[in-house]
């Protein structure tokens, strides 16, 4: 599978696209006209840039409102068509892209442009050039690639081909399964691009909202299976419009659509009717069975509040590093670690973020295959010495340059904390709080990160993605998207901060970065839970009393029920499969926190508490402009 991306879909000045372009591992590029006459350089000079990225142009885009205009419009559109091969001879490409016209002049009927490309083939046949025809979704006469078909096919010129395009097909709802009629041989490029669902004009919809194949919401797999099952071997290429991409990272976009790409491509080829794909092995998605541990990085002051803290979760000091100022704490199934070494990666994010769980473990099913995968997809991979006999954990970079670490239980990797470790006795006068397994994890991101991080979950490990929500915070909106798995046992939330005046936003700004925010833990009882946090010398966040008056409204709750809560400061909500029940803690540092759930059956994670919550905790953060004591 060769991989393709069009210059309009990244930000940047032209040289620099095409760096990153090249740096993302694509194989070609896409000219869109307006990148190349927005530069100085002429199209020999464009053509020799390109070619010493190592990348071959694939198309030259776009040629408007061609087929079916009236004399003297229509000796026009031939005379712009032969500036274009001029062009094209000279960047060095084979192929146009004619999109379907939108001018209000022109005239319908097939017959008419087919004759059209059929002239207009004969015209690139003695420059050695194709025309590939594209089916806009709103289109003046032509909007269906069938229609196209139809056109290309009556025209009859092995110069003219047809231009697929998943947007324009899917976002339609075209019957995809009359692609696999096309000859292969007539598919001379297809574009690729997703969307959310959104119920707006197909125009504004597609020039500002299109995204990578995997972020979006159409069936982009099923395009792709239709497509490799003509026997189609050429580009795949990116056409993407989006408004956050074009004021984002080139480099980091580049990287997602490259990403998206073989992500795509390997899903497609372990489909039984799509084996003619040709795409570089690699295994599987990775099934996440849990989460291994979750470490924190801090310096010795920071470290003994933490593990104040700690204690008065439940949680243990069991183990110590053999060669490391590391600890291992435990309760139940969560295992957390904090990191207190002078050097190394832990010391250097705690220099840049201060203390923060800069790292996350996945107990994976394999994690050879799984690091073996995420390099395939483009992952960083993170290495850093280990002592002698020593477990080295394969590691990639994560949100906001933070590491995940892939454990597995059938190698050492799994028995890393024994090998590594010496087990400690902790004499602290600590009650069980009934702390079971972790819940979720909520990593806070920039919003424009956001479907960064959800596809690299979504492409490394056998997780989906969920509907966004709108969290409303007293100084805005966070967006807010879970990546889970459907067992249950793996459940990210990433949240999109706007502005710094948001906790999200605050938390982002005063730790340099994305990083996890709050970690949930899961209990069985929450009001035995919150008992035996009281004894231990908890500080729950305190939640208004006015909260509870409304609630027990709300919900209908049994009075006594409602007194409970008030008393524990629980936070309570209801869907249709079950209850939820929500207690906090106050803020560590700049804005992380921990949380206790009890869920039945309930399948989000709070929303509409979430506005409570979080004034709540922006009553306890460092007030802005008061230094850090």
């Known amino acids: 599978m060769k991989t393709s991306i069009a ?30 006459l927005a530069f100085d350089g002429s199209p020999t000079d464009v053509g020799k840039m390109v070619r010493d990225h190592g990348l071959e142009i694939t198309l030259f885009q776009p040629f408007r409102d061609f087929e079916g205009m009236p004399e003297p419009l229509r000796s026009r559109t031939f005379d712009r068509a032969e500036r274009k091969f001029d062009i094209m001879q000279q960047l060095g490409t084979d192929l146009v892209l004619v999109c379907s016209n939108v001018s209000p002049a022109a005239l319908g009927g097939i017959d008419r442009a087919a004759a059209d490309f059929h002239e207009l083939g004969e015209r690139a046949a003695r420059r050695g050039l194709k025309v590939g025809y594209e089916a806009l979704a709103w289109g003046c006469h032509v909007n269906d690639h069938r229609d196209a078909w139809e056109i290309v096919r009556r025209a009859d010129h092995p110069n003219i081909g047809i231009i697929l395009d998943s947007f324009h097909t899917l976002s339609r709802k075209i019957e995809i399964n009359s692609i696999r009629s096309i000859p292969k041989d007539k598919i001379f490029i297809v574009q690729m691009a997703d969307a959310p669902l959104i119920d707006m004009d197909l125009l504004y919809w597609s020039r500002h909202f299109r995204n990578m194949p995997g972020e979006g919401d159409l069936p982009v797999a099923d395009f792709t299976a239709a497509v490799a099952a003509t026997g189609y071997d050429g580009y795949l290429s990116l056409e993407i419009f989006n408004d956050q991409f074009r004021g984002g990272s080139p480099k980091a976009i580049a990287a997602d659509g490259h990403r998206s790409l073989i992500y795509l491509g390997d899903e497609v080829r372990r489909r039984p009717d799509a084996a003619t794909l040709t795409v570089a092995d690699m295994p599987r998605r990775a099934t996440v069975e849990g989460v291994g541990f979750v470490e924190f990085s801090a310096d010795d002051t920071d470290a003994d509040k933490l593990v104040e803290l700690l204690h008065t979760l439940g949680f243990r000091h069991t183990a110590i590093h053999r060669s490391k100022k590391v600890s291992i704490f435990e309760q139940g199934k969560i295992r957390l670690l904090v990191n207190t070494e002078g050097q190394g990666f832990a010391n250097a994010s705690f220099a840049v973020h201060g203390t923060s769980a800069y790292a996350i473990a996945l107990l994976v099913d394999d994690a ?35 590491l995940v670490y892939l454990i597995d239980d059938h190698s050492d990797l799994g028995r890393f904390a024994e090998i590594d470790f010496s087990p400690v006795t902790d004499d602290a006068d600590i009650e069980p709080t009934h702390l079971r397994h972790v819940d979720h994890v909520a990593q806070t991101v920039a919003y424009d990160e956001m ?82 946090l009281r004894t231990n010398g908890f500080q729950p966040l305190i939640i208004s009393s006015n909260y509870y008056g409304d609630l027990e409204a709300r919900f209908g709750l049994d009075p006594n029920l409602t007194e409970r809560l008030r008393e524990n400061n629980i936070l309570y909500d209801r869907d249709d499969h079950g209850e939820y029940f929500q207690l906090y803690s106050s803020t560590f540092g700049e804005g992380f926190f921990f949380e206790i759930v009890q869920r039945s059956g309930y399948r989000g994670y709070g929303a509409a508490n979430a506005i409570f919550r979080i004034a709540a905790l922006k009553k306890a953060l460092r007030p802005e402009g008061v230094p850090r004591l």
Do not use: C
Not at 7 to 26: D, M, N, Q, R, W
Not at 473 to 481: E, Y
């Open 7 to 36: 210059t309009v879909s990244i930000s940047g000045e032209f040289p620099e696209k095409l760096a990153a372009i090249a740096a993302a591992g694509f194989d070609g590029v896409e000219i869109f006209e307006n990148d190349f």
């Open 368 to 402: 050879r295959k799984a690091f073996s995968r995420a390099l395939a997809l483009g992952a960083e991979p993170f290495v850093q010495p280990v002592g002698e006999g020593e477990v080295e954990i394969p590691a990639i970079r994560g949100v906001g340059g933070g």
């Open 451 to 532: 479907l960064t991080w959800l596809l690299f979950y979504n492409s490394i490990f056998e997780t989906h993605k969920t509907p966004m929500v709108d969290i409303i915070d007293p100084a805005g909106i966070v967006r807010s998207q879970v990546v889970e798995n459907t067992s249950g046992v793996l459940r990210i939330t990433l949240n999109g901060a706007e502005n710094r005046r948001t906790l999200a936003g605050h938390f982002i700004a005063e730790k340099f970065g994305s990083s996890v925010q709050h970690i949930a833990f899961h209990t069985d009882d929450i009001f035995a839970t919150a008992t035996a």
